[in-house]
């Protein structure tokens, strides 16, 4: 403590000996010297203080620098620090290896998004925005622009081909859900399977032993069949008498009302029986009426005039309309001639405008209807791959009105949904 007093004494005594033109130059050494020999403020002064309020919290992004690790506060901060020497020597040393830098962060920045997926949500599916806005909420995070993943949308196409999160797209955005491949969680998969198998096996042993004491219990008799069910017939030939002999003679000594009561009670009896048959006979003998056949007939017209359709429409040789709006706004609505098809569902269309060449499957696409007097193609129904006329359009029915320019019924005209016909190239 003794000596900086003396050379503070020493340094007051040449700036009273020089001159005042050099006493300026003076001044400054003398400041740098109090600087230098004083230090950094302490942790408890309110300069320290003051600092770390300001330094709280997330700061912008534009004045991070990823290399140093270091956020200023401010435009001027930012410019100083990318002036200093220990910056000019980091960024040396990234431009000897960059991939590797760039590698370390990314590596960096995927397994702290992936442990915060997994401790905060678990196997749940999640928005991607929640996740990365908890994840960014920590200073020390690395930020995307340092690793090799432009985007969120990028970082989260990236997971899913890895397998190591599920993840689809949906008109809110993209949702991701942690797969746990953890070596304890599998453990415990099994095991629960094991337990769940173990407890079906226990319940087939039981509904094993009660069939075993139901058995048992009928004396080891084979079950009874189960009563068939038939169609009750009688033969009309069959006759339904009653000898009412003995009640005749209890009841008095005549012979002759003996005789003549049975021959009268059978008669009534036996017509009774044979009305049932006849009215069926009668029923089963019955013709259809008039009606009930040309109701047949409509019925039998309508099923054949029913239209084969099929779940394919795309044909060579027609226009078509581009609805996809994946590949942007340069083919989006943008008319193309179908070149070829493939597997049924997939075509080689050729950009009418542009004249490129693309591979689109058959959801992306629809037909084109052209002015009536123009050429089309029937590519679905019962007059699939016959070409037409266009004669008029029909917007209360969704249909048009075509005129057969080939095949077996050529000049016939009929009504064809929109979705059936499309125009020819």
Same mark, same amino acid.
């Given at each position: 403590?003794?000596?900086?007093?003396?050379?503070?004494?020493?340094?007051?005594?040449?700036?009273?000996?020089?001159?005042?033109?050099?006493?300026?130059?003076?001044?400054?050494?003398?400041?740098?010297?109090?600087?230098?020999?004083?230090?950094?403020?302490?942790?408890?002064?309110?300069?320290?203080?003051?600092?770390?309020?300001?330094?709280?919290?997330?700061?912008?992004?534009?004045?991070?620098?990823?290399?140093?690790?270091?956020?200023?506060?401010?435009?001027?901060?930012?410019?100083?620090?990318?002036?200093?020497?220990?910056?000019?020597?980091?960024?040396?040393?990234?431009?000897?290896?960059?991939?590797?830098?760039?590698?370390?962060?990314?590596?960096?920045?995927?397994?702290?998004?992936? &442990?915060?997926? !997994? +401790?905060?949500? #678990?196997? /749940?599916?999640?928005?991607?925005?929640? *996740? $990365?806005? %908890?994840?960014?909420? @920590?200073?020390?995070?690395?930020?995307?622009?340092?690793?090799?993943?432009?985007?969120?949308?990028?970082?989260?196409?990236?997971?899913?081909?890895?397998?190591?999160?599920?993840?689809?797209?949906?008109?809110?955005?993209?949702?991701?859900?942690?797969?746990?491949?953890?070596?304890?969680?599998?453990?415990?998969?099994?095991?629960?399977?094991?337990?769940?198998?173990?407890?079906?096996?226990?319940?087939?042993?039981?509904?094993?032993?009660?069939? &075993?004491?139901? !058995? +048992?219990?009928? #004396?080891? /008799?084979?079950?009874?069949?189960?009563? *068939? $069910?038939? %169609?009750?017939?009688? @033969?009309?030939?069959?006759?339904?008498?009653?000898?009412?002999?003995?009640?005749?003679?209890?009841?008095?000594?005549?012979?002759?009302?003996?005789?003549?009561?049975?021959?009268?009670?059978?008669?009534?009896?036996?017509?009774?029986?044979?009305?049932?048959?006849?009215?069926?006979?009668?029923?089963?003998?019955?013709?259809?009426?008039?009606?009930?056949?040309?109701?047949?007939?409509?019925?039998?017209?309508?099923?054949?005039?029913?239209?084969?359709?099929?779940?394919?429409?795309?044909?060579?040789?027609?226009?078509?309309?581009?609805?996809?709006?994946?590949?942007?706004?340069?083919?989006?609505?943008?008319?193309?001639?179908?070149?070829?098809?493939?597997?049924?569902?997939?075509?080689?269309?050729?950009?009418?405008?542009?004249?490129?060449?693309?591979?689109?499957?058959?959801?992306?696409?629809?037909?084109?209807?052209?002015?009536?007097?123009?050429?089309?193609?029937?590519?679905?129904?019962?007059?699939?791959?016959?070409?037409?006329?266009?004669?008029?359009?029909?917007?209360?029915?969704?249909?048009?009105?075509?005129?057969?320019?080939?095949?077996?019924?050529?000049?016939?005209?009929?009504?064809?949904?929109?979705?059936?016909?499309?125009?020819?190239?």
């Amino acid at each position: 403590m003794s000596a900086r007093p003396a050379k503070f004494q020493e340094h007051l005594c040449e700036v009273k000996e020089e001159p005042p033109r050099h006493r300026h130059s003076i001044v400054c050494k003398l400041e740098g010297f109090l600087k230098t020999e004083m230090g950094k403020p302490d942790f408890l002064s309110p300069k320290a203080i003051s600092n770390r309020i300001k330094s709280k919290g997330l700061q912008k992004l534009r004045w991070y620098c990823q290399m140093c690790q270091k956020q200023c506060r401010d435009e001027n901060g930012f410019k100083c620090h990318c002036m200093s020497e220990s910056h000019q020597r980091q960024l040396l040393l990234a431009a000897e290896c960059p991939r590797k830098f760039m590698d370390h962060f990314s590596s960096e920045f995927k397994s702290g998004f992936l &442990e915060l997926l !997994r +401790r905060r949500f #678990g196997t /749940k599916r999640v928005h991607n925005n929640i *996740v $990365y806005n %908890e994840y960014i909420s @920590d200073r020390e995070h690395i930020h995307m622009n340092a690793t090799r993943w432009e985007t969120l949308t990028v970082f989260t196409k990236w997971l899913g081909r890895q397998g190591l999160c599920k993840v689809d797209e949906t008109p809110k955005g993209w949702y991701i859900q942690y797969i746990d491949r953890d070596p304890e969680t599998i453990r415990r998969q099994e095991e629960l399977a094991k337990r769940k198998k173990h407890e079906l096996d226990d319940e087939e042993r039981s509904a094993k032993f009660i069939e &075993e004491q139901v !058995r +048992r219990g009928r #004396g080891g /008799k084979e079950e009874e069949e189960d009563p *068939v $069910y038939t %169609e009750l017939k009688r @033969d009309n030939e069959e006759k339904v008498t009653f000898n009412l002999g003995a009640g005749a003679s209890l009841a008095g000594p005549s012979t002759s009302s003996a005789v003549l009561v049975p021959s009268a009670l059978a008669k009534p009896s036996s017509a009774k029986r044979k009305e049932p048959s006849s009215v069926l006979d009668t029923r089963d003998k019955k013709k259809k009426s008039a009606l009930e056949q040309i109701i047949e007939m409509e019925e039998r017209k309508k099923q054949q005039q029913q239209p084969v359709r099929t779940d394919h429409w795309l044909r060579p040789n027609i226009v078509v309309k581009v609805i996809t709006k994946r590949l942007g706004d340069k083919y989006h609505k943008k008319k193309a001639v179908v070149m070829e098809v493939r597997e049924k569902f997939t075509a080689v269309v050729k950009m009418i405008d542009s004249g490129d060449k693309l591979k689109l499957d058959q959801n992306h696409v629809e037909t084109v209807i052209p002015a009536p007097g123009k050429y089309v193609m029937i590519v679905n129904g019962n007059f699939r791959d016959t070409e037409a006329v266009l004669e008029g359009i029909d917007e209360k029915n969704f249909c048009a009105s075509l005129t057969l320019d080939s095949g077996p019924h050529k000049g016939k005209r009929v009504d064809v949904a929109y979705e059936d016909f499309s125009k020819r190239a």
